[in-house]
């Protein structure tokens, strides 16, 4: 998505450890307007897979997720980091190891909301290392669920694990692909 990679050129910033700052449009600072673009593009990338839920986990994805849901018809639901008194009886529960924020998260779904009948689009705005998504991934193994199709915002390719993902069958899509970034530029995958 050129609007995507025009974005990240314009308002992204690289800062050390190869983090990625979007704030200003993607996971902090909203743009609802761009939101809505990337809610559109990723409806019509996964619009045969026949999806009727999409899964993200807590907090960055909850609003591309909401959009993508939104424009799809399809109800979101989002893994918890910790699991809370308000989740009671069965739950899946997955380890996933945040790149951000180097630390292990406990993921958690009430076993009431994903579903074996369920298809699944699993939707996040950053692919680096893939811990995320394969936390996400474990959930539906879990609850007999199949992963329909993975939603990214912006993947980093130079980790690999969107092409392991791929090369695994894996539909997946990002709409920017950084195949390197330095403190002055950011290269995109062609």
């Known amino acids: 998505m050129k609007q995507m990679e025009e974005k990240i050129l314009r308002e ?5 450890g190869d983090i990625l700052k979007v704030g ?19 409806a019509r990338l996964f619009a ?6 999409v899964l993200t986990i807590e907090a960055s994805g909850i609003a591309i997720a909401t959009a993508v849901g939104l424009e799809m018809g399809v109800p979101v639901l989002f893994a918890k980091k910790h699991r809370t008194s308000n989740v009671d009886g069965g739950v899946y529960t997955a380890k996933v190891h945040s790149f951000t924020h180097n630390e292990d998260y406990n ?12 298809r699944v689009l699993l939707v ?5 290392n893939g811990q995320a998504l394969n936390g ?41 692909m950084i195949e390197s970034m330095t403190d002055d530029e950011v290269i995109f995958r062609s």
């Open 107 to 118: 993921v958690v779904v009430s076993s009431d909301y994903l579903l074996p009948t369920d």
């Open 136 to 176: 996400l991934m474990d959930l539906c193994r879990q609850a007999g669920a199949e992963v329909a199709g993975v939603a990214i915002a912006i993947e980093k390719c130079f980790s690999g694990a969107g092409d392991k993902l791929r090369a695994q069958g894996v539909h997946l899509e990002s709409l920017a």
């Open 12 to 16: 992204g910033q690289v800062l050390p």
């Open 124 to 128: 996040d705005d950053f692919l680096a």
């Open 24 to 42: 200003s449009f993607l996971n902090q600072n909203i743009d609802t307007v761009f939101l809505g673009e990337m809610a559109r593009e990723f």
């Open 48 to 53: 045969d897979e026949g999806i009727n839920k």
